[in-house]
């Protein structure tokens, strides 16, 4: 993950603002490096902010020598919408014994125009992931689950059974691929996954902006006995989890 104390201000002075939950750059841009070890392969990142109506801010993966040289530009993206901004950059990238991955965002230089964090994920060199069917672990609309998640709410999910009791995670299992659907809302939303035992980073899994039911993937760590934090915000929603594989 990367959080508002990484990032650093080039060619322009960094601001914190709270009330957006990120930092800006009055002029220059911003950069956070990932740690990403040698002999892994980068594989994708989920980076937040707000933008503002006109242009948003420049997103872009780059790789570093120890000379501080740009070895390549690995993706690059613009949504250019106003409001929340998600963004995801992909690249099977191989870092090098002497490489570092570097995360550039070129904000407006407004406090309506920030960058906030970004998760991301890399398979390691001896690669650990395990691929499974997929197996539904929640389900808010099953009796005793709690009900749809209440806007501004916060619900602990165990992603080690199925919610017919059989095995599904290890218990040494460090991070999941999940499928997060949400379903029956009476607006629009977002939901945002993060390990149990940390603070919400200020991230989203899955958006929507009306009653349909939608579904989105991806990729988050556990915290402690296999658990995730789920958080809502806007209309309150059922939400169901399904697992297609974990790191081990």
Not at 38 to 57: D, E, H, I, R, Y
Not at 104 to 117: K, L
């Amino acid at each position: 993950m990367i959080g508002l104390p990484d990032w650093e201000g080039l060619d322009g002075t960094l601001t914190y603002d709270f009330a957006s939950i990120g930092v800006y750059a009055s002029g220059g841009f911003c950069i956070a490096p990932l740690q990403v070890p040698p002999g892994a392969t980068f594989k994708t990142l989920s980076a937040f902010g707000t933008s503002n109506a006109t242009t948003g801010q420049d997103w872009v993966l780059i790789a570093h020598d120890t000379l501080n040289n740009t070895l390549l530009g690995l993706a690059g993206t613009n949504p250019g919408v106003p409001g929340r901004q998600f963004v995801t950059l992909s690249a099977d990238y191989l870092v090098g014994p002497y490489t570092r991955l570097l995360l550039q965002a070129t904000p407006s230089g407004d406090v309506n125009n920030t960058v906030s964090g970004a998760g991301y994920y890399f398979v390691p060199a001896s690669p650990g992931f395990h691929t499974i069917a997929p197996v539904r672990v929640y389900d808010s609309r099953l009796t005793g689950a709690g009900g749809p998640l209440a806007s501004g709410a916060t619900r602990t999910v165990s992603v080690a059974m199925s919610t017919h009791g059989a095995p599904v995670v290890p218990s040494l299992a460090s991070a999941v691929f999940y499928n997060l659907t949400v379903v029956g809302s009476p607006g629009g939303g977002y939901l945002a996954l993060f390990p149990t035992g940390t603070t919400w980073p200020g991230n989203s899994s899955i958006n929507w902006t009306d009653g349909n039911a939608l579904a989105n993937g991806g990729v988050v760590a556990l915290g402690g006995d296999r658990q995730v934090n789920v958080f809502c915000n806007g209309s309150k929603t059922h939400f169901l989890i399904d697992i297609t594989g974990y790191y081990l």
